[in-house]
């Protein structure tokens, strides 16, 4: 079939492609309408449908795949390497989703997930979706006041967190940041449960904490249904950056979710079950959630779940584990890609690869050159493809399950069925129909099955903060700038709003400054995002100190640069930690007081800064310059 009749069918004949679309997951009872759009931009898929993930995930394939691998959990940190069937899977998942309710919690309730790369996590989100717990796993770099906020937000009845994580065999606490983070939020939780690896020392809170392996004992021989629920019951909420400090919790539906997963595991991935799925990215991103753990297992696949770095114990680590485990659809980031582009090749040959069909790579842009050494060494398709956390699933890339086409180095590709794309004109809200023209990448509503929902508990931001950039236009801004091409292929060209990504992880300028402000010794900050060969981009810090003597000398400006430092480390994270903390007398800001950012990244680029005619004090540029050009 024709790519484009499919796309053009998915938007014109919204309800008949999407209803085909719906058989490839189990329906209790099946949707009576496909999608209810009466009250814009808030989309309600398969209304009177009722489903649950965790059966499209585990159950339904113990009927023909039982002692098939499902969970592939491979350690290069702790050396473990454990294969769960679906079968043992099965059995896990209604441990879990027993002690979850032996804990209180209820249909709806959520459940907070602070954990490392262990099987647990998987355990406990598929327990979440069993019972119609709502679960909100936040990224285990994320340290405590990132984690207050998203605690006092989700308000967990139950929180599910570890000992430990470890990172290039460097143990990283949990529990202490754990327990900051509930000191510091206005929501208690009644319950946290603790796996203990055996990785770090920990306090346990009488009454309050209690412990996996014990419960799991008295568990062990759990049956716990699955509970049906509405297709639009909220199966999990994801908090990501934008431009405000208070990041938003991303909510998404139960059947929208599956359907749309299943659909991209067909028509995008070409993934079939039997085979093996492995996604390098983290339980904590989104791609971990529609990637490492649903669309996987909902295809009946074999997912791995790997804790470690790509090039630890060597370069090979990701190659031998498609070797063993015969992996057929791989998913990974640019900049994993470009670390193993600074290793010896000979790491890519060494290996039987045989079994691999195509290395997906997302969440940030892929530059030529890293795309065209790592298809030269697989001698696979490479496919990029451009999403957010916001839509759960690619907005545009290549559907070689509808119609092989060739990718196009540079460009994600084309618009994905269900997502109607435009290019707006970012004043006018005009649509830009001509080739090569510049404008915000937008989504007429209504956003496809699996996307957003809303804004967890507020609706009324998911409305301001997506719908309304455009004046006398209700469409979805992705936030994103973007061109066409004359064919059609799209070319993302970087954020519109203050938003960064640094490794493939997005980051808000704002909540990094809040941070740094805080500081005893710090007036004032500007955090802007820069270009950077390995990571894509990397957070640079221009700071005023309150007392322009206490950074005369370079050691007291090291010094203090080392103490902001380790201050964002331990309050956001050190994925939020900036690569320099600079200090200068004074901020470029326009007359009515607004940061000039894109100035700053400009000159931090080496770039022209644009028209300065609103500054207000011109040597603020000057300043920050001279320390870019002594760098
Ligand atoms: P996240 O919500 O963390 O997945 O980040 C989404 C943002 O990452 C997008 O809005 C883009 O700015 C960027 N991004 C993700 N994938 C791509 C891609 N394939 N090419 C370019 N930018 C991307």
Not at 154 to 166: C, L, N, Q, W
Not at 262 to 278: D, K, L, V, W
């Amino acid at each position: 079939m024709r790519y484009e009749d499919f796309h053009r069918r998915s938007i014109t004949d919204r309800d008949g492609f999407w209803g085909e679309q719906a058989r490839l997951i189990d329906w209790e009872t099946p949707p009576q309408t496909i999608c209810d759009y009466s009250n814009p931009p808030f989309a309600r898929w398969f209304v009177g449908g009722r489903t649950n993930l965790c059966h499209n995930a585990v159950d339904r394939h113990l009927r023909d795949r039982a002692d098939q691998n499902a969970l592939i959990y491979v350690s290069t940190e702790t050396d473990q390497e454990q294969a769960y069937s679906f079968r043992e899977l099965h059995a896990e998942v209604m441990r879990m989703a027993a002690i979850l309710q032996s804990l209180g919690v209820r249909q709806s309730d959520r459940v907070l997930i602070y954990m490392p790369m262990v099987p647990q996590a998987v355990f406990a989100m598929l327990a979440c979706a069993r019972i119609g717990a709502i679960h909100s796993v936040v990224f285990g770099g994320f340290a405590s006041v990132s984690l207050a906020s998203r605690i006092d937000d989700a308000r967990p009845t139950v929180i599910v967190s570890a000992d430990a994580g470890s990172r290039g065999g460097k143990v990283v606490a949990y529990k202490p940041l754990l327990d900051e983070a509930i000191r510091l939020a206005q929501h208690k939780p009644s319950k946290v449960l603790l796996v203990d690896r055996g990785l770090a020392p920990m306090e346990r809170v009488e009454g309050r904490d209690v412990d996996y392996a014990a419960l799991r004992e008295q568990h062990l021989d759990a049956q716990v249904q699955c509970t049906w629920v509405e297709a639009t019951h909220p199966s999990y909420t994801l908090y990501t950056s934008g431009t405000t400090g208070r990041p938003k919790g991303v909510q998404r539906d139960t059947g929208g979710y599956a359907v749309a997963l299943a659909a991209s595991m067909r028509h995008i991935f070409c993934g079939n079950a039997g085979e093996t799925y492995f996604s390098t990215s983290d339980i904590g991103w989104v791609v971990g959630h529609s990637y490492i753990v649903y669309g996987p297992l909902i295809a009946g696949m074999a997912t791995i779940l790997y804790e470690g770095l790509p090039i630890r114990p060597d370069a090979g680590i990701w190659w031998r584990l498609v070797e063993k485990y015969k992996v057929t659809v791989m998913f990974s980031a640019p900049t994993a890609v470009r670390v193993l582009k600074k290793q010896d090749p000979a790491w890519l040959t060494k290996y039987d690869l045989s079994s691999l069909r195509a290395l997906f790579l997302a969440g940030e842009p892929l530059d030529e050159p890293t795309a065209r050494w790592i298809a030269d060494a697989l001698g696979r398709p490479v496919i990029d493809n451009y999403w957010q956390t916001e839509t759960g699933w690619p907005i545009l890339t290549i559907a070689n399950g509808v119609e092989p086409r060739p990718s196009r180095f540079g460009s994600p590709g084309v618009p994905m069925y269900g997502y109607d794309v435009k290019l707006l004109h970012e004043v006018t809200g005009e649509e830009l129909t001509g080739p090569n023209q510049k404008g915000v990448v937008a989504i007429e509503g209504p956003l496809p099955p699996g996307c957003m929902q809303t804004v967890w508990g507020d609706d009324a931001r998911f409305v301001s903060t997506y719908w309304s950039s455009f004046p006398g236009r209700m469409a979805y801004s992705t936030f994103d700038w973007g061109i066409r091409d004359a064919d059609g292929y799209y070319f993302i060209l970087g954020r519109t709003d203050d938003v960064i990504n640094v490794a493939g992880h997005r980051l808000g300028t704002r909540e990094i400054e809040e941070c740094i402000s805080s500081h005893p010794a710090v007036a004032e900050v500007a955090v802007v995002g820069v270009a950077d060969s390995l990571k894509g981009q990397v957070a640079m810090a221009f700071a005023v100190p309150k007392d322009a003597g206490a950074v005369e000398t370079p050691q007291q400006q090291l010094q203090l640069e080392g103490d902001i430092m380790k201050l964002v480390d331990q309050k956001l994270g050190a994925v939020a930690r900036p690569a320099r903390v600079r200090f200068v007398t004074v901020l470029p800001k326009t007359r009515s007081g607004k940061l000039l950012r894109r100035a700053i990244q400009a000159v931090c680029e080496h770039r022209d800064p644009g028209d300065l005619t609103t500054i207000e004090d011109p040597t603020a540029l000057e300043q920050i310059k001279a320390l870019v050009a002594s760098a």
